[in-house]
């Protein structure tokens, strides 16, 4: 039996380059040796699994770091244009993977739909100034989260829909905030309970510049509308149709500035 043939420092260095990049069979061709002479040298090597060396990060994984089912990220590719793209990394293997800095350019187009909350820093690598501003939103926007449209009203939220009322001095916005409810679903209730009384109207008064300004700012740093609202003293409701009215469009829920050419 022959003597197994010594590998060259060139060797190494093509195997450790190459491995999760090409194939293991066409890195195996290159350096004329056996696919099982290649995995074996590689893990002598301590490279481990081929899909930790790719430059990027697969859907599965980022999937799991933004705590993100696999099939939604899948569906940003699909229909919201990540720009992801398969790879052979082992054998016939093929996954979806994307880099990190494509990721983060399409983030910051969409960052709408993303809930930075989720993400622990750094975990995607070094973040740009924008992420820290969106994940601050994210974490405040729990506090705005109404309960599912569907869920049934109990007697004691009902008995504080009607105590609030009978006040004369709650606007449906806070009324909602109270109740963690829609004020849509606020007011669907007051009419199944057949309520005559109600909430105190917000002021109306037309937007001013900078109220326009603060609100596309808001907006654009991925704010909700409950918390624009709030901090504009104006319902959501209001605080979105004046966003329809900027030229705002929604797409799955989520806000997109129509162009004008």
């Given at each position: ?12 260095n093509?195997?450790q380059?190459?491995?999760?990049v090409?194939k ?15 995995m074996i ?41 990540m ?12 996954v ?5 800095l ?7 187009q ?57 006040q004369?001095k ?20 007051k ?39 709030s ?31």
């Amino acid at each position: 039996m022959g003597q197994a043939r010594k590998w060259t420092q060139e060797e190494l260095n093509f195997l450790q380059e190459s491995w999760g990049v090409l194939k293991r069979s066409t890195i195996a061709k290159k350096l004329a040796r056996s696919v099982n002479a290649v995995m074996i040298k590689a893990q002598r090597l301590g490279l481990g699994d081929p899909l930790t060396h790719i430059d990027g990060i697969t859907i599965s994984q980022l999937s799991q770091q933004l705590n993100t089912h696999y099939g939604i990220v899948k569906n940003w590719i699909n229909k919201y244009g990540m720009p992801a793209r398969q790879k052979t990394v082992a054998c016939e293997m093929k996954v979806w993977i994307i880099s990190y800095l494509d990721f983060w350019k399409w983030a910051e187009q969409n960052k709408q739909m993303l809930d930075f909350s989720r993400l622990e820093r750094l975990a995607l690598g070094p973040e740009p100034e924008w992420v820290e501003v969106k994940r601050r939103a994210d974490q405040i926007k729990k506090f705005h989260v109404p309960k599912p449209h569907n869920t049934p009203w109990s007697k004691d939220e009902d008995a504080k829909l009607i105590w609030m009322l009978n006040q004369h001095k709650y606007t449906y916005p806070e009324i909602a905030k109270e109740l963690k409810r829609s004020q849509g679903a606020v007011k669907r209730r007051k009419l199944d309970l057949n309520l005559k009384a109600r909430p105190v109207q917000l002021p109306k008064h037309k937007y001013t510049k900078e109220e326009e300004r603060l609100l596309v700012e808001l907006l654009e740093k991925g704010y909700c509308f409950e918390e624009i609202a709030s901090r504009m003293n104006r319902s959501a409701l209001g605080v979105r149709g004046k966003a329809e009215r900027l030229g705002y469009k929604f797409k799955n829920g989520v806000p997109y500035l129509e162009k004008v050419n």
